[in-house]
């Protein structure tokens, strides 16, 4: 269900909100059974040997449970969020403390928001099957221009000199970003399997870190290669307590180099963590 290439008269808010959950629901189930008959079939071929790290909760805060979250990052003391879903996507300013929206804006209701990354001044947020990026003034959400990207725009982050953008599959697209244009690319592997459904990303300490969709799990990449470093398990982080939702997937990766903090959350989530991770046994 292409919901992004509807006929216009037929994008009321309603229509919108109904394609969304539909096509998420789908793509999640449909997504999980082919998960589920491709790790086994890993699993029987092949064994990583890439380190597994554990974690714990620092601090907890308040995230909006009906977010879609698909981009987190905080840059300067201020927490950007991005979400999804058609005639639902926006990019807003979030109080840290209090999980309040502060400021935000609408995305246009033909686009599925993704990833964000912030750039110098600018804040850049990409887009699902529209394969467009939009950039942003950081200081008022002020929508400055789009750009063309050669595929599915799923996670954004940067390494001070390229933009970097993931599809969903295992590939990571290196960008200029004067031009916007694919300088380089990596496939991403542990060892001799491909890392696949890279989803938001963020830069931290030299190494890519991404959310696998439909995982708990965190994976750390090597941008010179795209080896995997490691893993972080999250999978104790959702209360077990608690019902979840099959789209309340791990989604928004954080990282505060000032003050070397480290927050997630997901898709629904009712919160948003800080974390470290611990060193692998």
């Not at 850049?124 to 929508?143: E, F, P």
């Not at 000032?258 to 009712?270: C, E, I, S």
Request: aromatic share 12%; net charge negative; proline share 4%.
């Amino acid at each position: 269900m292409r919901c992004a290439y509807v006929n216009r008269a037929a994008e009321t808010p309603l229509f919108l909100w109904v394609c969304s959950w539909v096509f998420a629901w789908a793509r999640s189930l449909a997504l999980a059974v082919l998960t589920g008959i491709a790790a086994l079939s890993v699993a029987l071929a092949w064994t990583s040997s890439a380190p597994v790290a554990d974690f714990r909760v620092v601090a907890s805060f308040p995230h909006d449970p009906t977010a879609f979250t698909q981009g987190l990052v905080f840059h300067a003391g201020e927490l950007f969020e991005g979400t999804g879903l058609y005639g639902q996507s926006t990019l807003r300013r979030v109080e840290l403390e209090s999980g309040l929206v502060q400021q935000q804006i609408a995305l246009p209701k033909h686009l599925f928001g993704e990833g964000i990354t912030v750039w110098d001044d600018e804040i850049i947020q990409v887009s699902w099957r529209a394969r467009l990026g939009i950039r942003y003034d950081r200081a008022t959400l002020q929508r400055l221009g789009t750009f063309r990207l050669s595929g599915e725009g799923w996670g954004i982050a940067h390494d001070g000199q390229h933009w970097i953008v993931s599809d969903g599959s295992d590939t990571l697209h290196f960008l200029d970003p004067a031009t916007q244009q694919e300088v380089r690319r990596v496939r991403v592997h542990d060892g001799p399997q491909a890392i696949t459904r890279l989803n938001e990303l963020e830069f931290i300490d030299g190494e890519i870190w991404a959310n696998i969709w439909l995982s708990d799990r965190l994976v750390r990449i090597s941008p010179a290669d795209g080896a995997v470093i490691g893993y972080v398990d999250l999978s104790r982080l959702w209360p077990a307590s608690r019902i979840r939702d099959p789209q309340a997937v791990l989604n928004g990766i954080a990282y505060d180099a000032k003050n070397r903090r480290l927050f997630v959350t997901g898709k629904y989530w009712p919160r948003l963590y800080q974390i470290e991770v611990l060193s692998a046994d």
